[in-house]
């Protein structure tokens, strides 16, 4: 008797490239393994950034500031020599003597009803009217002044720049709002829009640290320098008026929180905080400078 043999049904191959696994699964794999990589390459390119932002010339960087500073078309920017003057001796007076100062800083003075200072590329000073209305003591004022020349020193709004620049250039490359870029001045348009917001923590503290240290230098005490931050705490969002002015530290920290590590920094130093204030010039927050200067004669 023959015995028949055991029939084994052969399997079918599927015909072309097909993978065993669901085409979703597949493209959650390459999504994702896309995002790793732009994420790293960002990340790098961000330490790149941060190192070339310290190693540019200074004759780059007034380019760049320059250029930047031409793309904001300030209409409100007042041509106020005396106040400017005032402004740019108390701000040259409080630069660390031991630095070497790069670029000659650029006071502009900007007629705003919003508390403003901020110090960009190339040595760039923005002061607002306000900013002059609200604080109460020149201690005051140089205290804010200190603080963005801080910033400066510590090359934060190139290194903010740069990561800025980073951030479009990717943009641009995915195709993200590149109809709305209109080119290289939508590029440094958006840039200097981008640059002022995202100082660090750790940025804020060095530009805090450097801002008192270099106040008491000047004054030989810190007393009165902290009293804006103070006043802000007790007021900060009641009314409409504290809230234009505590715009400007939305991305600073919070009053009661850089108070309290200025005042331990000091003590630690040794820094006197019980000196007395000294008064602002009456003409300097005054709208109308000609009646204000006749005034301060009679």
Partial sequence: MIKKPNYVERKTIPEGNVTPHSPLINFAYLLGTVVLVSVLIFIALGFVADWL?????????????DMLYHTLSIEQEIHDEKRIEYLENLLNS????TETPRLPLKIHLIDSDIVNAAIMVGGHVFIHTALLEEVA???????VLAHELGHFQNYDPS?????SLVFIMLSMALGIGTSQSGGVPGIVHQTEKLTGLSYS???????????LSQTVSYYGHGGHCLDFFKRLKEGDGKTEH?????SYFSSHPHSKERITYLEQEAAENGWDMLGEAKPLPKWLHCPNMEQCISDVED
């Fill in 53 to 65: 932002a310290v190693r540019i010339s200074p004759e780059t960087e007034n380019k760049m500031g």
């Fill in 94 to 97: 409080l630069s660390d003597p």
């Fill in 137 to 143: 003591s020149e201690n005051e004022l140089a205290y």
């Fill in 159 to 163: 290194k903010s720049l740069g990561r």
């Fill in 201 to 211: 923590r750790k940025q804020e503290k060095r530009a805090d640290f450097y801002g």
């Fill in 242 to 246: 504290w809230a234009k002015v505590s």
